[in-house]
């Protein structure tokens, strides 16, 4: 199984593109990780099948904080003002 390696990449990503991975490998039953060896490390280590399901769940994580940002860009728009008291 290919192993790659995301340099300056950590636990936020890790913990982004895992669901992902699995998601992908699921219907396969096939296996894939994601992990940081050691919490001093910088580097991320993701086991996955193939190159294709490592950038597939990518895009995948890209388009889940596209929409996350979309999501909280709404919600800023229609949260009520609250007027400042001490005036």
Same mark, same amino acid.
């Given at each position: 199984?290919?192993?790659?390696?995301?340099?300056? $990449?950590?636990?936020?990503?890790?913990?982004?593109?895992?669901?992902?991975? $699995?998601?992908?490998?699921?219907?396969?039953?096939?296996?894939? %990780?994601?992990?940081?060896?050691?919490?001093?490390?910088?580097?991320? $280590?993701?086991?996955?099948?193939? $190159?294709?399901?490592?950038?597939?769940?990518?895009?995948?994580?890209?388009?889940?904080?596209?929409?996350?940002?979309?999501?909280?860009?709404?919600?800023?728009?229609?949260?009520?003002?609250?007027?400042? %008291?001490? %005036?």
């Amino acid at each position: 199984m290919p192993r790659f390696y995301f340099v300056g $990449e950590t636990h936020t990503l890790a913990s982004a593109l895992r669901p992902s991975l $699995e998601a992908l490998c699921a219907s396969t039953s096939e296996f894939a %990780s994601c992990t940081t060896p050691h919490p001093l490390d910088t580097f991320l $280590e993701v086991d996955a099948p193939s $190159e294709a399901v490592v950038r597939l769940a990518l895009l995948d994580v890209k388009r889940k904080i596209q929409q996350a940002r979309v999501d909280v860009q709404c919600r800023g728009e229609r949260a009520p003002r609250h007027s400042d %008291s001490r %005036s």
